[in-house]
């Protein structure tokens, strides 16, 4: 019989996955842990060499309906975005202290948005008036900046996710997360990834094609000097989306993309 260990930081997500999956046990063990940790944590709780790995990133169903935490533009609660309620910074604290050209690197770098240097400089002025308090402020302050109006989108999402992942150092801990979940797979376990944007995608892409190679070195180099020995093999040459079916029944799944590989012996 198999065991599962779940990890998240966001207590609210642990207890709604304590009451679905309570009926398996002590088959079942929960950790409010982050996934950077994940090798470290499964140790703690006796779990050895693991048959496979999933990660779900990005932001829950749960978090963005609580008007509490922040996460959604159209939120009237504090401008929070911390998936730990025990983290130290939050979003508001960024947006009201960070220098102009600290704002821009982020909405440009995490949020891949084109008007960064335009909403860094609005929200600098603003906030030199009054602070921003609320999610539906920052929200509609960003709105009113831009001057490019994407129909898919809100104006103000690419801010918010530069924002989340900033105050969460998300990319990060996808970094090490990866790395931990190949210490811990048994040779043949795989490592399933489901991002939600470009960059984690990007993230999960290029540490595949890193570590399915042999040798990582700059390619000017004649001969080999790292070392490195590939240790996964890649299953999907492309990331796996949701079909029509799926979407017109869970229309977050339409940015989904899946990601496999296989640990080599």
């Known amino acids: 019989m198999g065991r599962l260990l779940g990890l998240d930081r966001d207590p609210a997500a642990l207890e709604v996955a304590r009451r679905q999956l309570g009926r398996f046990g002590e088959r079942l063990v929960l950790a409010r842990a982050n996934f950077a940790r994940c090798d470290s944590v499964a140790g703690e709780h006796g779990f050895g060499a693991l048959d496979g790995a999933l990660f779900d990133l990005g932001l829950s169903s749960i978090q963005l309906a609580d008007d509490a935490r922040g996460f959604s533009f159209r939120s009237g609660g504090p ?5 730990d309620p025990d983290l130290g910074t939050t979003a508001a604290d ?15 770098e995490l949020g891949d948005e084109p008007e960064a240097a335009r909403i860094a400089s609005a929200i600098v002025r603003r906030r030199a008036r009054e602070p921003f308090a609320t999610a539906d402020e920052l929200g509609r302050f960003v709105a009113g ?9 809100d104006p103000a999402t690419q801010v918010f996710q530069a924002l989340r992942m900033a105050v969460n150092g998300e990319l990060d801990n996808l970094a090490r997360g990866l790395e931990g979940a190949v210490r811990l797979l048994r040779p043949g376990g795989r490592l399933a990834v489901i991002s939600f944007h470009s960059l984690e995608d990007r993230t999960v892409k290029q540490f595949f094609v890193r570590e399915s190679r042999d040798c990582i070195c700059p390619p000017h180099l004649p001969t080999c000097v790292c070392g490195h020995r590939a240790g996964l093999r890649v299953i999907t040459r492309r990331p796996l989306t949701a079909e029509a079916d ?14 496999i590989a296989e640990k080599l012996s």
């Open 79 to 83: 401008l929070d975005m911390r998936a």
């Open 246 to 259: 799926e979407v017109a029944r869970n229309p977050r799944a339409r940015s989904a993309r899946l990601r």
């Open 145 to 153: 900046v831009k001057t490019r109006r994407p129909r898919s989108i």
């Open 94 to 108: 960024l947006v009201n202290t960070s220098p102009v050209d600290e704002l821009r690197r982020m909405f440009r």
